[in-house]
């Protein structure tokens, strides 16, 4: 775990809600003058605690309107078909995350597509048919009450 202090704390919370910040922007936030900020922020990058920086894009903009999660049982709990069934995810864009779980199902996936015939073609065409799968269950997002990317960096201060 990389050693934060009251300041880079700071940092970081504010690049959360901005990472375009300049450094002397954030030297302003943060009460540190702008090259200490600089180094802080290389630092962090370098110690992967910042791990990269990105436009979130709006889906629904774009005509992604539909949001699910799939939950998957594997068909043998084994290395090999995990692999395989890992390997399947990373190939699939629209799948956005994915977690192994404990519980009934093996995985669950969320995947953000533009319309239920796209949930019909993954569940069916993709998921279903893969050697890895035994089971796929699919509930459809009807209200989003939160979504963040965002740490609770107060409970490390």
Known sequence: MAEVDTFD?????????????????????VGLSASQCSRRRMRLEEEKVIS???ADLAGEALGF???????ITLATHSPDNA?????LVNRIDDIQEAY????????VLKVILRDLKSLSDIVNN?????QSVAHVRSSIVLDRL????????????
């Open 126 to 130: 993709v998921l279903m048919p893969h």
């Open 9 to 29: 704390l700071k940092m970081l919370a504010a690049l959360q809600d901005d990472g375009r910040l300049t450094n002397q922007q954030l030297a302003d936030l």
């Open 65 to 71: 309107g539909l949001i699910a999660f799939i939950h």
């Open 146 to 157: 939160k979504e963040s990317t965002k740490l609770p960096l107060k409970a490390l201060g």
């Open 52 to 54: 990269g920086y990105h």
């Open 83 to 87: 692999k395989r069934f890992r390997e």
């Open 100 to 107: 192994a779980l404990t519980g009934d199902a093996d995985y």
